[in-house]
């Protein structure tokens, strides 16, 4: 294993990290002594996130379904770090939920699309040509039980997420090799704002599916997310890690 390119103080940029499961992974790659960056559209959350993670935490406003933002707030990163390491693609939106799919409104469907999607790709493209030029990267995009299985009433999120999952596979095969990884995360119900927004109906739809019949917590999902990107993770790429309490045993 070639371990000459692992830093000591790996750079992090998380999307969606100004709450939710993004915040939960870069409070804890912070107290291992990571540098993280922050990409989110809630601006209120992203200064709030800010002062709880301390110096050196940068952060930047950023719709992730935004192409030229992207490139732009990872080139302030590069900047102001020096190097990127690390890339989590946590942002994530549901769209309307518990519908059948005759009645999905297409807007709504390739919101969810550009978002879940073409965020994690556009973040990819901006990132991989740094990761490639030190010949060490670590790439984790959230993908879903959702994506696997397919939840009923939720069409655009799962389709979203089915994709993440196929392009986890491309990425992991074409970088084998040159230092990067790129591994996926498929959670079932973590306890979060995203589910707690979700009609009760909804939720109990996901949770009766899990045989420890209960929610996960964001600890336990930012445990795993730290050692999918960890240095030590370097001959696993392409795969889909499960966090769903039992529901997923493939
Ligand atoms: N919570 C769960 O049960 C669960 C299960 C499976 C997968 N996931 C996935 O995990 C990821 C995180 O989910 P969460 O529960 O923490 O969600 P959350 O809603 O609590 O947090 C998501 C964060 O992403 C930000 N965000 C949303 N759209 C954005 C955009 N276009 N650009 C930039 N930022 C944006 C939000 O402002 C928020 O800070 C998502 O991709 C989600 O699909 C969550």
């Known amino acids: 294993m070639n371990t000459t390119n692992q830093p000591t103080n790996p750079v992090a940029i998380i999307t969606g990290g100004a709450d939710g499961l993004g915040f939960s992974i870069a409070e804890r790659l912070v107290r291992k002594g990571a540098r993280v960056a922050l990409f989110d559209f809630n601006e209120e959350a992203l200064q709030k ?86 010949a060490y990267g670590r790439v984790l995009h959230f993908a879903s039980i959702s994506g696997k299985e397919g939840n009923a009433g939720m069409l655009a999120y799962s389709t979203s997420k089915a994709a993440v999952i196929g ?51 964001k600890d336990e999902v930012a445990a795993l997310c730290e050692f999918i990107v960890s240095a030590e993770a370097s001959f696993t790429t392409g795969f889909t890690f499960d966090i769903s309490g039992g529901r997923a045993t493939y």
């Open 49 to 134: 996130a800010q002062r709880q993670l301390g110096e050196p935490t940068f952060v930047a406003k950023v719709d992730v379904a935004d192409r030229v933002a992207v490139g732009v707030a990872v080139e302030a990163v590069a900047e102001a770090f020096g190097r990127i390491d690390i890339l989590i693609n946590c942002a994530g939106v549901t769209g309307r939920t518990n519908i059948k799919s005759h009645e999905v409104d297409l807007e709504d469907f390739n919101r969810v699309m550009r978002v879940n999607v073409n965020g994690c790709l556009n973040t990819f493209q901006a990132v991989a040509p740094h990761m490639l030029r030190q």
């Open 167 to 217: 392009m986890t596979k491309v990425q992991g095969k074409e970088y084998a090799g040159t230092g990067l990884t790129v591994n996926a995360i498929a959670p079932a119900v973590i306890f979060t704002d995203m589910v707690a927004k979700l009609p009760p109906e909804q939720v109990k739809y996901m949770t009766d599916k899990i045989p420890m019949s209960r929610c996960g917590t």
